[in-house]
């Protein structure tokens, strides 16, 4: 961050060199806030236990939903802020980034939240978002051994999203 005439206060990290260096982490949220899935494919730093990970990550979700739909300028009936939304209610956001990552996010009519944290630079990554939730519905939701609600243990599905998540550039 540089401020007027300042010195650098916090670099940037090093652009991706190569594929599969791109994404940090993912998250699979179902409505009720249970992490269905997390990966890691880039985390050099782990600061906080899964558990605790996974609370602030959707704090952050619902907190951003909120205040989006309470600043959104279009809409006459803003409701309190804090008080939770229907998916696809009110506007949302899609990503934000700071100098060190970039979050993108996907609500699916369901109220799954899929969370990719990536490369700063790293472009828009809707598609990409549509993409994993297709790969999600394929491989898992048809899946007769899976359980709704349940953390996801699919091997055909965790493979197919490797592969995938390691080729965004």
């Known amino acids: 961050m540089q401020f007027f005439g300042g010195s650098d206060i916090s670099p940037s990290p090093p652009p991706p060199t190569a594929s599969g260096h791109n994404a940090h982490m993912m998250y699979i949220f179902n409505r009720s806030g249970i992490c269905l899935l997390y ?41 309190n802020l804090g008080v939770p939304q229907l998916p696809g209610q009110g506007c949302s956001f899609h990503s934000f980034r700071t100098n060190t990552y970039k979050l993108s996010f996907m609500e699916t009519p369901s109220g ?22 297709n790969l999600y519905v394929e491989y898992v939701v048809k899946n007769p051994l899976y359980a ?16 995938y998540v390691r080729s965004i550039s």
Do not use: V
């Not at 236990?49 to 602030?56: E, F, G, I, T, V």
């Not at 799954?112 to 939730?133: A, F």
């Not at 996801?152 to 197919?160: A, G, Q, V, Y």
């Open 112 to 133: 799954m939240k899929i969370i990719l944290l990536t490369h700063p630079r790293t472009g828009d990554l809707r598609e990409s978002l549509k993409y994993i939730y």
């Open 39 to 79: 990966r890691e494919w880039n985390r050099p730093l782990h600061t906080l236990n899964a558990q605790q990970d996974h609370k602030l990550m959707f704090g952050l979700l619902f907190s951003l939903k909120s205040l989006t739909a309470k600043m959104d300028p279009t809409s006459a009936d803003k409701g």
């Open 148 to 163: 709704p609600g349940t953390p996801i243990r699919c091997d055909l599905f965790n493979t197919s999203l490797d592969q």
